[in-house]
Structure formats: structure tokens, C-alpha cells
């Protein structure tokens, strides 16, 4: 009895030795787990609360939650660069979702060690005048957001998010060197804004500067893609300043584009070209002259649609070859003997005489047209010949159209064919096609044929002499025509 008892004592014994053991093992583990947690959530110290990664050492300053001295005396928000928590110190590198949203206490923010803004960081805080973060290269989603922002300064930041200076009134000066992706609506009623560089963007989004009512100058000197309502809102006479390579993207053509001063960086001067139209995407200008432009913008066709005495008509010319340097200036310019007649009349009379006599009915017209290089020199003549186009109208007689290029000399006869359907800006349609070997001026008339004169100049030609019906001549001519009536009717009653 007594052996049993030993030993039943003795399991005794190791049973709660075994479950000590356990219990010391278990807590060792916790104390350990927690010496070793990669995350500490809802730390409140001082006057923030902040989210801890103990794997990297950085923080998260999630809330900004003053106590009764900071909200009695201060209204500067100085983010601390570091925080310690159990024996260790983190970096606090970024400002989290709504840290002070709605704050309208906050006048002033530093934070020099943050990297990245959260979305709604700083929303509706009215009275935050100005901020301080030398190192962000991230802001987030509607972060200044109805701010009272004067002025901000963000030398490192790369993306800004979409809204995230939306509404703020008050802003009038931005630096943003190194941003390269700007999101929707991101200056959407920054009222008193005036200029805005954006020297390393090269994507603007959506509606971006809708309201910016002081706007006058936007600068992207290295842009390469943007929303197609990036002008939504705009004023009309913004300038718009974009490097070369974005002559392609058709900025023009957008929404309300037309209204805008596109200045592309390294380009030809087009301040004396006269007012911007634009016509099926086509950028043309029309000078006080009356002259139209479009400007050469590489190696293929260039067109323009000249209007003038209430008629118009496109012209194109063929620059295939690369004859006319990029940024030149493609002109088309039609002479009224009303309007231009001192300018007319000079061609007009250097016209040689064994054409003048061929014109029906005084159906000719003069133009003048050419290419002026970006130094402001006319090309003249040039190696062959280029294709140089003409719409037709309904009332060209192909058969009796004759082209001159009117010369000091002996005028010369330039040839004529004819481009059934070609491709145009308005779809396709019929166009003459002249062989040019030189510019500039051009007489074009109806020689005399068994045809009818009396039809009507079309959208595609413009009236040279004014053609006139001799009322007496008709006269006579039906006169004639009664007395041998009459003179049959007697003899059929005699």
C-alpha cells in the first residue's frame, strides 16, 4: 500500500510539474510574440496616434488629436521625423487617411521627414494657410481638398493625385518641379491661380484647371499625353505652352481648344498668321489681309480651307518629298477685282494676251499662293514638280479650265488632271491637281467653247472679272427673232 502511494504521489508531482512547465513555456512564447509584433495600431503619443511597422521601423501618424494646451496655444501642426514605442524608434514617413480633416483651427503644417499624403489628409481645412514637406513625393486624393491654401511648395513630388488641390480659393502660387502625373480636377476652382509650370509632367488628366477663372499661362514643356477634356472650363485666350512632339496629338480639336493660345516650345512664330480656325481639326489662320495659313507639319499632305466673298473651298499641297521644312507656312490667297482691285489688276495686266483673249465671258480668277519657310523666306521654284490640289466645283468645265503661272516673262501653262475621289478633311470629293514648279501667282480661266457661259461660280471658285449680261443684246436678239416671225406668219397668209 505504501509503494502504491509513492508512486501515485509521485505522477502527482510530475503532473503539475508538466503543466507548470507548459504554462512558463506558453508565456515565455507570448512575451516574446509580443517583444516581436510587426505592427502596432492606435499608439497614441502626444498630440498624434500613430500606426507602427516594427518590420521596417516606419510609422503611420494616423490622427491629429491635440490636447488642451496644443488646441489653447497652437495652431502650427509640427509632425514629429521620429516616435519611439517600447524601447524602439520609427520613422514617421507618411500621413494617413483624414488625419486632420475638417480642422479649420490648422494653420500651418511641417512635416519634413513624410513621404506620401493620404487621401483626405487635409480636407476642409479652411485655415490652413501654408505647409511644409521638403520630402513628399505622393499626394493623395482630395488631400488640400477645400483648403485656404495661399501658396505650396513641393519640390519632390511625382504623383498628384486626383482633387487634391480642388477649391482652394485662395491659392495663388504652386511649385511642383518634379511631378510627373497630375490627376482629374487636381486645380479644379483655384480661382487665383495665374501661372502654373509643370515642367516634368507628361500626363494631365481630366478637366484639371475647370474654373481656374485668373488662369493665363499653363507650362508643360515636356508633356506626352493628356485627357481629351483637359481644356473643360478653361477661359478663352489661356496659353497653353507644350513642347513639339505634341503637334500630333490634335490639342487643337478638343474641347473648347479652339479657344485656346497653343504655343508649341521650340516652334515657328505664328503671332502675325492672324486668327485661329478651325476647320474639320485642321488648324488654319486668316490674316488681316485675307490671306489663309496652315502650317507645314511634316512630310505629307497640308491642307487648308480658304473662305472669301462668301465662298470657300480646300487646297492641299503635296509635301511627300520633305521639299518644305517643318514650321513653315503653306498660303492660299484668291484676288477680288472689287476687293483687291489694285492687286488684281497688277497680275491681271502681266497676264499675256493670247490668254486673255481665250476667257469666256470674263471667267477668270487669279490666286496667289506659296510656302514661306520658319525664317520667314518664300520658297520659289525647287527641284521637279509637286502636287498642288483644288477642290472642283459643279460648274468646272474640265474640258475648257485653263491654269497659267503669270510670269514676267511668258506666262506658262501648267498641267492639269483631275482626283475623282480624294480623301479630304471633309470626306472625298473631286479635286483638280496642278503640277507646280513654282510659286506664286496664278490665273485660272473658262477658255471660250460651244457650252453655255452663264453658269454660276461654285463654293471652290472665286469671281475674278464681274460678268455682266447685255440687256440690249438680248433685246436686239429677241427683236430679230419677232420680225421673222411675223414676216412667216405674213407670207403663210399670203
Not at 319 to 329: A, H
Request: hydrophobic share 35%; charged share 25%; net charge positive.
Amino acid at each position: 500500500m505504501i509503494q502504491k502511494a509513492n508512486i501515485h504521489n509521485f505522477f502527482h508531482k510530475f503532473r503539475i510539474f508538466l503543466i507548470s512547465f507548459l504554462f512558463i513555456i506558453f508565456g515565455a512564447l507570448c512575451v516574446k510574440n509580443s517583444a516581436y509584433a510587426t505592427k502596432y495600431e492606435n499608439i497614441k503619443i502626444g498630440d498624434f496616434t500613430y500606426d507602427l511597422d516594427n518590420s521596417n521601423k516606419t510609422a503611420v501618424v494616423t490622427k491629429y488629436n491635440p490636447g488642451f494646451w496644443s488646441k489653447l496655444f497652437s495652431s502650427t501642426v509640427k509632425i514629429p521625423e521620429t516616435v519611439e514605442y517600447k524601447n524602439a524608434k520609427f520613422s514617421v514617413k507618411t500621413i494617413g487617411y483624414e488625419f486632420a480633416k475638417g480642422n479649420e483651427k490648422i494653420k500651418k503644417v511641417i512635416g519634413k521627414s513624410i513621404k506620401d499624403i493620404g487621401n483626405y489628409a487635409f480636407q476642409d481645412c479652411n485655415g490652413l494657410k501654408s505647409v511644409n514637406f521638403p520630402n513628399v513625393t505622393s499626394i493623395g486624393l482630395c488631400a488640400f481638398d477645400s483648403s485656404g491654401l495661399t501658396s505650396a511648395d513641393f519640390p519632390n513630388a511625382t504623383e498628384i493625385l486626383s482633387a487634391a488641390f480642388n477649391g482652394c480659393v485662395y491659392l495663388k502660387d504652386i511649385n511642383l518641379p518634379n511631378a510627373v502625373s497630375i490627376n482629374k480636377i487636381v486645380f479644379e476652382n483655384c480661382r487665383n491661380l495665374t501661372n502654373i509650370n509643370l515642367p516634368k509632367v507628361n500626363w494631365i488628366g481630366e478637366r484639371i484647371f475647370d474654373g481656374c477663372d485668373s488662369l493665363q499661362t499653363i507650362e508643360a514643356p515636356n508633356l506626352t499625353n493628356c485627357s481629351k477634356n483637359i481644356f473643360h472650363g478653361l477661359r478663352e485666350g489661356v496659353t497653353f505652352k507644350v513642347p513639339l512632339n505634341m503637334k500630333n496629338f490634335g490639342l487643337e480639336a478638343l474641347p473648347n481648344g479652339d479657344k485656346i493660345n497653343i504655343v508649341y516650345i521650340g516652334d515657328t512664330d505664328k503671332s502675325n498668321w492672324g486668327k485661329k480656325i478651325i476647320n474639320n481639326g485642321f488648324v488654319n489662320y486668316v490674316d488681316s489681309s485675307g490671306k489663309t495659313s496652315a502650317e507645314v507639319t511634316g512630310n505629307k499632305m497640308i491642307w487648308l480651307k480658304e473662305t472669301s466673298d462668301g465662298t470657300s473651298a480646300w487646297y492641299a499641297v503635296d509635301n511627300s518629298k520633305g521639299i518644305f521644312k517643318t514650321g513653315s507656312r503653306f498660303w492660299v490667297k484668291w484676288l477680288s477685282p472689287e476687293v483687291d482691285s489694285e492687286e488684281f489688276y497688277q497680275y491681271y495686266n502681266k497676264l499675256d494676251y493670247e490668254h486673255k483673249k481665250k476667257v469666256e465671258n470674263n471667267k477668270l480668277w487669279i490666286f496667289l499662293t506659296g510656302v514661306t519657310d520658319p525664317d520667314g523666306n518664300e520658297y520659289k521654284t525647287w527641284d521637279g514638280t509637286i502636287n498642288y490640289y483644288i477642290q472642283l466645283g459643279d460648274d468646272w468645265d474640265k474640258n475648257d479650265i485653263k491654269t497659267v503661272f503669270i510670269s514676267e516673262n511668258k506666262d506658262e501653262a501648267i498641267k492639269v488632271s483631275y482626283e475623282k475621289k480624294l480623301n479630304y478633311p471633309e470626306g472625298k470629293t473631286e479635286f483638280a491637281k496642278l503640277d507646280m514648279k513654282h510659286f506664286s501667282a496664278y490665273g485660272i480661266y473658262d477658255s471660250e467653247s460651244t457650252e453655255s457661259a452663264n453658269t454660276k461660280k461654285s463654293a471652290s471658285v472665286k469671281t475674278g472679272l464681274i460678268e455682266k449680261t447685255t440687256v440690249l443684246g438680248f433685246m436686239f436678239t429677241a427683236s430679230l427673232l419677232s420680225i421673222a416671225v411675223l414676216n412667216k406668219k405674213s407670207k403663210i397668209f399670203n
